[in-house]
């Protein structure tokens, strides 16, 4: 009942929006870099802010995935040490 009342009210119940496909990034980053014969995206770059954020995440995921590619690595149930990275991706990225 409680699920109706909410639902007649217009409730969202996903509040988090899609995101957008790794390859469409990467596209992105090939434009960028076509433009600016580089893929340093600046923090604060107001074409994208998005594609700036995402590049960001990639190198930090490509850390985590240097980590737990070495043979020292420990297993952590840090969330932010979830890996994502892939040898694909590296490939991609290069």
């Not at 995101?19 to 600016?36: A, G, I, M, N, V």
Request: hydrophobic letters at 30%; glycine letters at 4%.
């Amino acid at each position: 009942e409680r699920i109706q009342d909410l639902d007649a009210l217009g409730f969202k119940w996903a509040i988090r929006v899609s995101r957008t496909p790794w390859d469409q990034r990467l596209e992105e980053l090939s434009k960028f870099k076509e433009e600016y014969g580089h893929c340093n995206v600046p923090s604060t770059f107001p074409k994208n802010q998005p594609l700036a954020y995402w590049v960001f995440k990639q190198r930090g995921q490509y850390r985590v995935y240097l980590k737990q590619s070495s043979p020292n690595y420990r297993y952590s149930s840090d969330p932010k040490q979830v890996c994502h990275m892939t040898p694909e991706r590296i490939k991609a990225l290069n």
